[in-house]
């Protein structure tokens, strides 16, 4: 294989050889474009949508429409675009992954591919992994698309449903994967079509992809209701948990597997807390007991928040309230919760205010959703590790794009020392040596309290510069904590001289430029000149840019001289993406640069997978105190551990794509009915035929086909016919009749329930093509909530099966279809029981109160998930509520719309609401 590469080059190679030759007439049309005037080259636009208009595909305007980009990138961003980054864009319009390296410009090159699949006025959009960037992105590479006279939206949090439509059906719309999976959920619960925000799903460009299609798609979405109140059981359990686990024999903690289940000894004390407490039912047989399934839950989820989830790490504690913090970035989730009462034990843990559990309402994965789209394509720096999920799951291939300059950076092998102790005094040994020479060096930690604990070392530590003692080395900590300041300490990372330790750095949005970064500092110099009210007039601005750029510059070439940036690594992660990530700071476009791993056998990875054995290893070969060993062979030994644990983080999420595309099929058909149903005006035909199957189902049921008279059950049949159809019918003297068949008594009961609903019809009036359409959508809302809760149910269990050599999924498949034409024929029988029976009066509805939803991010293996509160918390303080977008406070609650939904989050339109009040 290596001797044909070398003669033809690997698949990647020729897929890129292919694009650059397109790349070479893009450049050739340049001088043609660059001579348009801004009018011409705006009127491009209308003329690529009119030859589309008569026939052009997309890939007959690549070129062009590439072209035209670039140059419009060049007037309003002083950008244009390398040749790479038109490489990366034509994979990213055939629907790939462009792999390209930190500091390739990733942002620009996704303008050329956007703008061309928006000319089919389709909508285009494009994903982010925080509001952060999507608002970011929007303004800054809006300004190509505006000059091109393309629209431009951005979703984020808080916004109206107005604002949400108009945003959507923009020719380009930036967001998170959180807002455009939740929109989709929500659009499939409103009641009327032109409630609905989303248009479709025609092409998606997700940035930083291996994080949302990866990272991310562990954890469903769901919109969930709250439940009731149980605050004070939570804390009681708690209280009894904390007593329990003093003694360690009372659970086994498997950190491997990150569970944690109590022992034979500690159910039996448990049980003797909880009987002592009066907290078990009455008369019940024991803790294991079925009326006791509650307790049990409860109690398991206490555990594993006192011993699995760690503060700081984990979650943060900020204003009272309990934010989980992301692995992967290290950024705080703010409004994400944990599932099945998890996060509620979490709090009670901490002393925090308990919030209500949920039910879910609605709910898709992230794969899911993803794979709506008719065309997906993504852009990170790392994504080659994990190309083949990309293929199984997505379909999508991942192309690796040269760098525009060749990279020098100096990659060490990895120092593994035997204890934490010993590997931190190598670290703030090189951290020192860095500081003394003026090279920038960026430390990357695993977690909060890690980044924290460093920084109290280097604020700890002695040492002499010239002869002069000095106590501790001036540092910045990027993590959760310092979130506010995240921008700001990013940009001035590539000082000459700084020390940033950083928690996570993937999806920063923020490159790291040696010297430091002009934008920044102008706009630091700007608002500085704001707070002392000077008015900055235009030259003030130039002549200041020009005296930042001129120091930057010097700054530059002194870090440069001192090495470039150094990456530090402090320990490894489990996934080598975060590694690549933290890796590829340093040496972008053509800069020096250096990285370096830094290990102990008491690391978390280490431990885990090798701590034992690697520690026998280094005393066998008399590895002292203070000493490292260093090897490619250990290399290649962790990246094996982190290989295993991505295969097993892969199995997991294919595992659960398995068992939710049984549940995704039934999903489509009942949000593309329950679509058609919205937007029909009159679905009579519809409840009709419900009706007439009802009728047929009661009929074959009583009434056997193959059955002689003596064996029908009429009385049953005329239960069914009372309850369900309100019809009062001779069925015992129909059934006495000579020769009567079960064919012509169900005819008969569908003449008379035809006349009874045409009967009704006249009673109601105009209101029953309304109440008929409402009545449904309402019913297949409350069948499709009760069916997810059994399939919730079904799920947890079905693993069991296995024990009987049968295979899980195969029963669940099955379980899930027999539960799916249940919904259906329950959803029928409903409907028209409803409709026959039930007596109408038409009044002004009184106004409930204010109700809570909330959006949820779930993970059914490790119950972590996510929501969003969709309503305003009760006892917001003032900087809380300073916090919170403007459409959120009551105050201004009067500009929404009649028919908008109410801010409060009841579901309900307003007029029917909070503006029944105003």
């Given amino acids: 294989m290596s001797i044909f590469q070398r003669f033809f080059g690997s698949s990647n190679d020729r897929k890129v050889k292919a694009m650059t030759a397109r790349v070479a007439k893009i450049n050739a049309l340049e001088p043609q474009i660059h001579a348009l005037s801004d009018a011409d080259l705006r009127a491009k636009t209308a003329e690529f949508r009119e030859r589309l208009a008569k026939g052009a595909t997309l890939d007959d305007l690549m070129e062009e429409a590439f072209a035209v980009v670039r140059e419009a990138a060049r007037r309003t961003l002083g950008q244009r675009h390398y040749d790479v980054q038109l490489v990366g864009g034509m994979v990213l319009h055939q629907g790939g992954i462009a792999e390209m390296r930190t500091g390739e410009g990733k942002t620009l090159v996704g303008t050329a591919p956007v703008y061309l699949n928006a000319l089919a006025a389709k909508g285009v959009h494009v994903i982010t992994v925080n509001d952060y960037l999507a608002q970011r992105d929007a303004e800054w590479m809006g300004q190509v698309y505006r000059f091109l006279g393309m629209e431009v939206g951005v979703i984020v949090h808080g916004l109206s449903q107005g604002q949400r439509q108009a945003a959507y059906n923009a020719d380009i719309t930036y967001g998170t994967n959180n807002e455009f999976g939740f929109d989709y959920l929500r659009d499939n619960l409103v009641y009327e079509a032109g409630e609905m925000v989303q248009r479709g799903h025609n092409f998606a460009i997700v940035d930083e992809v291996d994080s949302i299609l990866i990272d991310e798609a562990r954890t469903p979405l769901i919109i969930s209701g709250p439940t009731e109140d149980r605050s ?14 003093k003694d360690p024999t009372t659970y086994d903690f498997d950190e491997k597997q990150r569970q944690v289940i109590l022992t034979e000894e500690g159910s039996e004390t448990i049980e003797e807390m909880l009987m002592t407490g009066g907290h078990l039912a009455p008369d019940s047989a024991g803790l294991y007991d079925a009326a006791n399934v509650s307790s049990v839950h409860h109690v398991n989820q206490a555990l594993r928040a006192n011993v699995l989830y760690q503060l700081d790490k984990d979650y943060i504690v ?83 794009i040269p760098t525009n300059r060749p990279v020098i950076r100096i990659d060490d092998d990895d120092e593994v020392y035997r204890t934490s102790a010993e590997k931190h005094v190598a670290i703030i ?28 070392m280097l604020k700890a530590h002695k040492f002499e510069i010239d002869g002069k003692k000095q106590s501790g080395i001036p540092h910045n900590v990027l993590n959760a904590r310092y979130h506010e300041q995240e921008a700001a300490i990013v940009a001035d990372a590539g000082v000459p001289g700084a020390v940033t330790i950083a928690t996570n750095m993937a999806g920063r949005g923020t490159d790291i430029q040696l010297g430091g970064n002009v934008d920044m500092k102008l706009a630091d110099w700007r608002e500085e000149q704001r707070t002392l009210g000077v008015e900055v007039t235009p030259e003030m601005a130039l002549e200041h840019k020009a005296r930042i750029e001129g120091e930057i510059a010097g700054k530059k070439t002194e870090a440069l001289a001192a090495g470039g940036l150094f990456v530090l690594g402090t320990e ?6 975060i590694d690549n990530q933290l890796r590829g700071r340093t040496g972008r476009q053509g800069d020096p640069g250096h990285s370096k791993f830094f290990l102990s056998c008491e690391d978390d990875l280490l431990r885990i997978f090798a701590g034992e054995r690697l520690d026998s290893i280094m005393r066998t070969f008399g590895v002292q105190e203070g000493e490292a060993i260093t090897h490619k062979w250990l290399n290649s030994a962790i990246a094996t551990a982190q290989k295993r644990v991505e295969q097993r983080n892969y199995e997991i999420r294919k595992n659960l794509l398995k068992y939710d595309d049984v549940v995704n099929d039934q999903r489509k058909a009942v949000f593309e ?39 029908w059950d009429i009385d049953g049949l005329d239960e069914h016919v009372r309850g369900y159809l309100g019809l009062e019918l001779p069925l015992k003297a129909w059934a006495a009749e000579d020769g009567i068949a079960n064919e ?22 105009d209101h029953m093509r309304t109440v008929e359409k409402s009545f449904v959508l309402q019913m297949i809302d409350l069948q499709w909530r009760e069916h997810l809760m059994h399939l919730d149910h079904l799920r947890n269990v079905i693993g069991l099966r296995g024990y009987g050599q049968r295979d899980p999924l195969n029963e669940y498949k099955t379980e899930a279809f027999s539960l799916f034409e249940t919904l259906l024929t329950d959803l029928r029988q409903n ?5 026959m029976t039930v007596e109408f009066q038409f009044e002004a509805p009184p106004s409930p109160p204010p109700g809570r939803f909330q959006e949820v991010h779930l993970d059914p293996l490790t119950g972590e998930n996510a929501a969003m509160m969709g309503a305003l918390p009760d006892g917001l303080n003032a900087e809380q509520r300073q916090a919170l977008p403007v459409t959120a406070l009551p105050e201004n609650w009067e500009s929404t719309g009649r028919n908008a939904p109410c801010p409060c989050g009841s579901g309900k339109k307003f007029k029917h609401c909070h503006g029944a009040l105003v």
């Fill in 232 to 245: 004070e059981f939570y804390k009681t359990i708690d209280l009894l948990v904390k007593e329990l686990i």
């Fill in 673 to 711: 009915q329950r679509a058609e149903f919205m937007a029909s005006t009159d679905i009579s035909d519809v409840v009709a035929e419900m009706r007439n199957d009802t009728i047929e189902d009661f009929v074959s049921r009583f009434l056997p086909p193959k059955a002689y008279a003596e064996q």
């Fill in 831 to 835: 409907v028209t029981r409803w409709l």
């Fill in 429 to 456: 040994n090189l951290i020192e040596d860095c500081y003394r020479r003026g090279q920038p060096i960026l430390v990357g930690t695993v977690s909060i309290e890690k980044s924290e604990q460093l920084s109290e």
């Fill in 744 to 765: 012509e008594i169900e005819q008969r009961i569908v003449k008379a329930a035809d006349a009874r609903a045409a009967e009704r019809d006249v009673q109601v009036g």
């Fill in 572 to 577: 490894r992660h489990e996934s080598r993406r």
């Fill in 318 to 400: 900020r204003a009272g309230e309990v934010i989980l913090i992301d692995e992967f970035t290290g950024r705080m989730m703010h409004g994400r919760r944990l599932s099945e009462g998890l996060h509620q034990a979490i709090e009670a843990k901490e002393g925090a205010v308990i919030q209500p559990e949920n039910q879910t309402l609605a709910s898709v994965t992230i794969q899911n959703y993803f794979r709506l789209y008719s065309k997906l394509s993504g852009m990170t720096g790392t994504a080659s590790t994990e190309a083949q999920e990309f293929l199984d799951i997505y379909k999508m291939d991942v192309a690796e």
